[in-house]
């Protein structure tokens, strides 16, 4: 790299790495990002626990990047 070049900054948080997704997030892939197991974020869907982030279309459940980003930002602040 040549002087003056900036090197790009990575996704910091584990929040900051969802956010940065262009797609909604599947059960597996979402739990791998958290350490959580799939069942863990079925509960947390059904309950309504996560808020916005969850989208529901018919038998399948994914996850919006951005408010799962901010929903993870709410519980780390507790």
């Known amino acids: 790299m040549g002087p003056g070049r900036k090197i790009p900054q990575q996704p910091v948080t584990?929040?900051?790495r969802i956010e940065a997704m262009d797609h909604a997030l599947r059960v597996k892939e979402l739990a791998?990002?958290?350490s959580w197991s799939p069942t863990l974020l079925y509960q947390r869907a059904r309950s309504g626990r996560m808020g916005r982030a969850v989208i529901?279309?018919?038998g399948t459940v994914r996850f919006d990047p951005a408010l799962t980003a901010q929903w993870l930002r709410s519980i780390s602040e507790i």
């Open 32 to 34: 791998v990002l958290l």
């Open 14 to 16: 584990i929040a900051d």
């Open 56 to 58: 529901r279309m018919g």
